[in-house]
């Protein structure tokens, strides 16, 4: 409690508010409208990122190497990196959409029980194969 009062002072100093309602406004609440546009927002955003990166040397690099891996590795290029690197954009990506649909609905431990796991693992095995 001590910790708490002595960062606000300083945090005073610094700002002239004794209360700054980090992390942001906690009377405001997004309404579902609110998160609509945000979602809405954020997917034009993606979207359009993905666009753009795709259009670059990497972007087309990653479609060789989605098209011909070993191809793409005779020529010169890292593999590893570049997967690792869409790896960890996907990841981004997920999050974000995991970062909306917490803030959508309520998430409880019966979201994740085993008719729901064996669904979305059947999603993504009927996703997968239709390449």
């Not at 060789?64 to 996907?90: M, P, Q, S, W």
């Not at 085993?114 to 009927?126: A, E, F, N, R, Y």
């Amino acid at each position: 409690m001590e910790h708490r009062r002595c960062a606000a002072r300083r945090l005073q100093r610094h700002t002239g508010d004794a209360d700054p309602h980090w992390p942001g406004r906690p009377g405001d609440q997004l309404q579902p409208e609110d998160i609509f546009s945000l979602s809405v927002g954020l997917l034009m955003l993606v979207y359009f990122g993905c666009k753009m990166l795709l259009a670059t040397s990497f972007g087309r690099v990653i479609v060789a190497v989605r098209e011909n891996e070993t191809r793409a590795e005779l020529l010169g290029y890292d593999v590893r990196v570049h997967k690792l690197a869409i790896f960890v954009i996907g990841g981004g990506m997920a999050g974000l959409s995991g970062l909306l649909f917490a803030n959508s609905v309520f998430v409880s431990p019966t979201m994740f029980s085993l008719p729901v796991s064996g669904q979305i693992i059947i999603w993504s095995s009927s996703a997968g194969s239709a390449r």
